[in-house]
Structures are given as C-alpha cells and as structure tokens.
C-alpha cells in the first residue's frame, strides 16, 4: 500500500482499487479510502513518509498553485478533480499561492478555511492581495501557505475570528 512494497513494480494497491471502482467493481460498498490516511500518518511516524507527489495520498497529490486552475476550482471544482476527492479519499483540495495564483487561488483559500465568498473587487481581499504581491515583488521565491496568510486576511478581515485549523474543504457547498 501507498507505494511501500517487496520489489519494484508492484502496483499500489489503493490504485488498483480505485480503477475497480472506476470501473463498477464496487456497486453496494466501496472501499473506506479514508483509512488510508492513518496509514500515512503511521509512514511518517516510522520515519518513511510518502513523497509529497505521491498519487492520491501524497501531501502535495491534489493541490495547484496556477491561478487558472484555482479559478477552476471555484467555479467548477469537478472540472479539475478527477473525482470528489474530499468524501472518497478524506483529503482536501488545496491551492499554495504564488504570483501566478491570482485572486482566484486567494478566493479558494478564504472560502475552503473561512467558509465564506469574497469578490474579486472585496477591498479586504485586494489589501491581502496587495501583501502577497509585495512579497513576492520584494524577491520571495516560495509558496505561501494557509498557515502563513491566516495573520494577514484575519488583519484584513477584521473582526472575524478565524479558525487555526482548516476543515476538509466540501467542494459541493
């Protein structure tokens, strides 16, 4: 499973299982995919942590930092997920800004963590726009994360009270 097997060239179970279910093999009961997510975790803990590329359940699988695909994402979420990601696997979407997310990767981000819907032309969301560009205006060569931007839009929110841990994202709210 997730890629840890005896000899190269084995197919990753989870995979095999979800083109199976692709395919119709699973018409009462699919498999529980989210149960996997502890098999990550219990990977990181014995120190052999999945690749963040890794398919399906590698911490970067479905995430983009394009702005085009983070608009997507808004307006058509399953245009750009090749299933509902969320409820089959128990992983969110995720978008990490860089100067080409846009607004619409900041939107995403405020509406997956926040739970609420921003314009474009939002005063608050142009003002944190405006500190990310800074950023990368003044040489910043790496994403910014969620855990890094919730200090700005909060400032620029005010006076909501945002929550510290992000929920799964429902991609059909």
Same mark, same amino acid.
Request: charge should be negative; glycine fraction near 8%; avoid cysteine.
């Given at each position: 499973?997730?890629?840890?097997?005896?000899?190269?060239?084995?197919?990753?179970?989870?995979?095999?299982?979800?083109?199976?279910?692709?395919?119709?093999?699973?018409?009462?009961?699919?498999?529980?995919?989210?149960?996997?997510?502890?098999?990550? *975790?219990?990977?990181?803990?014995?120190?052999?942590?999945?690749?963040?590329?890794?398919?399906?359940?590698?911490?970067?699988?479905?995430? *983009?930092?394009?702005?085009?695909?983070? +608009?997507?994402?808004?307006?058509?979420?399953?245009?750009?997920?090749?299933?509902?990601?969320?409820?089959?696997?128990?992983?969110?979407?995720?978008?990490?800004? *860089?100067?080409?997310?846009?607004?619409?990767?900041?939107?995403?981000?405020?509406?997956?963590?926040?739970?609420? +819907?921003?314009?474009? +032309?939002?005063?608050?969301?142009?003002?944190?726009?405006?500190?990310?560009?800074?950023?990368?205006?003044?040489?910043?060569?790496?994403?910014?994360?969620?855990?890094?931007?919730?200090?700005?839009?909060?400032?620029?929110?005010?006076?909501?009270?945002?929550?510290?841990?992000?929920?799964?994202?429902?991609? *059909?709210?």
């Amino acid at each position: 499973m997730l890629g840890k097997g005896e000899r190269s060239g084995n197919a990753p179970l989870e995979a095999v299982l979800l083109h199976l279910l692709g395919m119709g093999y699973f018409p009462k009961k699919p498999p529980d995919f989210t149960a996997l997510n502890e098999l990550v *975790t219990l990977y990181t803990e014995m120190g052999e942590p999945i690749p963040p590329k890794y398919p399906l359940y590698g911490r970067d699988a479905h995430r *983009t930092r394009a702005g085009i695909h983070a +608009d997507g994402l808004n307006k058509f979420w399953w245009m750009y997920a090749p299933f509902n990601v969320p409820q089959l696997l128990g992983r969110p979407l995720e978008v990490s800004l *860089t100067k080409e997310s846009g607004l619409a990767g900041l939107i995403f981000l405020i509406r997956q963590h926040m739970g609420m +819907d921003v314009s474009k +032309d939002d005063p608050r969301l142009q003002q944190v726009f405006s500190w990310l560009m800074s950023e990368f205006d003044h040489g910043r060569q790496t994403s910014v994360e969620w855990e890094e931007l919730v200090s700005v839009v909060s400032q620029a929110f005010e006076p909501l009270e945002l929550p510290l841990q992000s929920p799964l994202p429902n991609p *059909t709210a």
